[in-house]
């Protein structure tokens, strides 16, 4: 997905979060799964 380097800021807009890749999950969901 990507990797932030030390206090690098990391933006994705609303429409980019929800996008689903090819195995219909989001990066949105990706996240919330690995950060709960």
């Keep these: ?3 932030p ?3 690098e800021i ?3 807009s609303v ?3 929800q ?3 090819e ?3 989001s990066t949105l969901f990706y996240l ?3 950060f709960p």
């Design 32 to 34: 919330q799964k690995i």
């Design 15 to 17: 429409a980019e979060l």
């Design 5 to 7: 380097y030390y206090s």
């Design 23 to 25: 195995d219909g999950i």
């Design 10 to 12: 990391v933006l994705y």
């Design 1 to 3: 997905v990507f990797t």
């Design 19 to 21: 996008k689903k890749n």
